[in-house]
């Protein structure tokens, strides 16, 4: 397995759909090199890896994370009473993201790095992303040029309010008609106005699919990275505030000195714009 296809899976850039809703035992390897090459076997770990119902991992890198910081919270200060929780979430982490190598998946390795024959070799993987072409120069700076003025297309359209928003969309379509080079564009905006506009019912109403969201954040140099993320399908806003309190309470420990744990709802729209992993 190629670096670039484990980073496209982790990354949620690529997937393999032939192992899709299964569970896959992955074989770690670290290895020592002089001048370039293989000299020995350092270490060797083994993780299971779950895939989602498209061939992706990052769901299931997602839950082992948040057991392994849950295996890892801080012990207590004083007292009698012991959290069981990071004891139950390191034996849930081994049990169901771990797993041990045997000698023969170790030499089944190294007949690999160091074949023999040519069937010592094992069969490499590969994904559904396209390998991308090199970005040159000219590209890179049309690309900056034009997403530049991204900001501000989102922001004035998401500052429209109701009847403007539906005026909005109206227009541009209207010009999508009449200005056939830029036609696409006009769509494109109207489309977006579309979405805004009916998040903005959403929002009002609290009807329809909300969900219910609690994100672990390690934060460094004032900056947050997600660690973890729980959450909950609803059928509307006010359960799914019910469920985000529910989360919250049941993550709470996880909070600290460099780690918020933080609650949300957001509608389904909202969901599917952000390609959080789904439920299924």
């Known amino acids: 397995m190629s670096l670039r296809l484990v980073q496209g ?22 290895l020592d090199h002089k001048e370039g090459k293989p000299t020995r076997i350092g270490r060797t770990e083994g993780s299971i890896w779950v895939f989602d119902r498209e061939g992706g991992i990052k769901g299931g890198l997602q839950e082992a994370m948040a057991l392994v910081m ?14 069981l929780r990071p004891y139950a979430g390191k034996q849930k982490l081994q049990k169901e993201f771990r797993w ?20 010592d070799r094992l069969k490499a993987l590969g994904g559904v992303a396209k390998r991308r072409p090199p970005l040159t120069f000219d590209a890179r700076h049309a690309l900056d040029e034009i997403s530049g003025t991204f900001w501000k297309i989102s922001s004035s359209i998401e500052g429209l309010k109701g009847p403007s928003q539906k005026a909005f969309a109206f227009a541009a379509r209207e010009r ?9 564009l006009y769509r494109a905006i109207a489309e977006m106005s579309d979405w805004h506009l009916e998040v903005e019912k959403r929002h009002r109403s609290g009807k329809g699919i909300w969900y219910a969201v609690v994100e672990i954040l390690r934060w460094e ?6 660690v973890g993320r729980h959450y909950e399908r609803c059928d509307n806003r006010d359960k799914a505030v019910s469920a985000a309190r529910r989360l919250l309470a049941q993550h709470a420990n996880q909070f600290s000195a460099d780690t918020t744990v933080e609650a949300e709802t957001i509608t389904d729209l909202e969901w599917v714009a952000r390609a959080y992993p789904d439920l299924n």
């Open 221 to 226: 140099d004032h900056t947050g990275d997600p």
């Open 9 to 30: 899976l982790v990354f949620e850039k690529d997937f393999l759909p032939q192992f899709a809703n299964t569970r896959q035992r992955v074989l770690w390897v670290w």
């Open 70 to 83: 849950e295996s890892i919270a801080d012990p207590p200060s004083g007292g009698t009473v012991v959290e």
């Open 100 to 119: 041990e190598p045997s000698k023969a998946d170790v030499e089944r390795v190294v007949a690999d790095i160091w074949p023999k024959k040519r069937t």
């Open 176 to 184: 999508a008609s009449t200005e056939a080079e830029y036609s696409h």
